[in-house]
């Protein structure tokens, strides 16, 4: 089966989506073809794998995506993905039926195109990355045809429990501290990780706990500032822009996660820490809580209840020991990759 999918980014790409689409790129060429047309390519693109066609020349700029969709249009595929609510538009105008990938906040509320809106109803299937999303975009878009769950997958050989890697404990002053750590790009428009709301009670934990706030982005200033307002700053370190190379040794300085979040889809990031024996805190309201898998995984905490997240914080703590924690394999590769093919075997029916 040959198939096009039109994705935001993934190979070159940075960040939970383009991961996402790199492992379903991945499951999905061990039985097919698969033709990549990506909207953006911001980095320095990695190995392409066997049976797939990347065309990066198409985030060149918008003429170039339009060419280059319009030339996979011509090759007939068997099935469409639109990887993107926003793509919706280009992926109806070259299948009359194609499947559609919803991740988060995106598709959390109804998009503002009155064309796109009505788009939604031409779609085949649409897969979430959560039941979170999926029921948050059902109740706005009324969209009646079938829905599948395909979550986060976690290559757990790619991830270890480490000894702290001395050059970083230095750079970030950690010597004999204990360390809750959160990943995650400071966005201003996106002010839904937690940050703040660790930031708050860190005045009520222990002086030997910092917070290593770890990404870079627009909101940076504003949460130096607050830490500053709460008293904090010398308590909450920040790392800026990090390589991906550097991230397992990044989740081994800490010795909790905390994503106290009210936005995130699912909250690969949880599966990540949790790959690298911590224990993590995720929120009751978001996506996060199927990355624990409702509580079995690790603690859920309201964000809106500093109380609770101080508890659970403190809780975490006492615990010292890291590791792995059973269940996990229930996001591995291997088991992404069979609901990849059957999902596309029930798609494609």
């Known amino acids: 089966m040959r198939i096009v999918l039109l994705a935001t980014d993934a190979y070159g790409g940075h960040g939970g989506i383009a991961l996402y689409n790199r492992d379903l790129i ?7 073809e698969v033709i990549v047309v990506p909207r953006i390519v911001p980095h320095p693109v990695e190995v392409i794998p066997a049976g797939v ?17 319009a030339r996979a249009a011509r090759q007939r595929a068997d099935l469409v993905i639109c990887g993107h609510v926003n793509l919706l538009p280009v992926a109806c105008a070259i299948s009359r039926h194609p499947l559609l990938m919803v991740f988060g906040i995106e598709a959390w509320k109804p998009m503002g195109s009155r064309l796109s809106r009505a788009l939604l109803h031409r779609c085949r299937a649409v897969v979430s990355i959560s039941g979170l ?6 109740a706005w878009s009324r969209y009646a045809g079938p829905t599948h769950l395909l979550p986060n997958a976690i290559h757990l050989d790619r991830y270890a429990i480490r000894p702290k890697r001395a050059e ?18 400071l966005a201003g428009a996106e002010r839904y990780k937690g940050f703040d709301e660790v930031m708050e009670v860190l005045p009520d934990l222990p002086r030997d706990v910092v917070y290593l706030i770890a ?9 130096q500032r607050r830490s500053v ?9 920040f790392t800026g822009g990090f390589a991906e190379t550097d991230k397992t040794d990044l989740y081994n300085l800490a010795d909790v996660y905390v994503m106290p979040s009210r936005g995130e889809g699912f909250g690969f990031v949880l599966l990540e820490a949790m790959a690298c024996g911590l224990p993590v805190l995720a929120s009751k309201h978001d996506g996060g809580r199927e990355a624990v898998r409702e509580g079995k995984l690790g603690l859920l905490v309201d964000p809106a209840n500093p109380a ?10 006492d615990r010292g020991e890291k590791r792995v924690p059973p ?9 992404f990759r069979e609901r990849v093919i059957e999902m596309m075997a029930q798609v494609t029916a």
């Open 53 to 69: 066609t990347f065309h990066r020349q198409a985030a060149h700029h918008e003429l170039a995506y339009v060419q280059t969709v």
């Open 133 to 138: 999303t999926r029921d948050r975009f059902l």
């Open 229 to 237: 307002e709460l008293g904090v700053s010398e308590r909450v370190l």
């Open 327 to 335: 269940g996990l394999e229930h996001f591995s590769f291997a088991r």
């Open 26 to 32: 991945e499951a999905l060429a061990s039985e097919h």
């Open 215 to 223: 990404g870079g982005g627009s909101d940076a200033t504003r949460l």
């Open 308 to 317: 609770e997240i101080r508890a659970a914080v403190r809780e975490l703590l």
């Open 168 to 185: 970083l404990v230095e750079r970030y002053g950690l010597a004999g501290k204990r360390v809750l750590l959160t990943v995650g790009r």
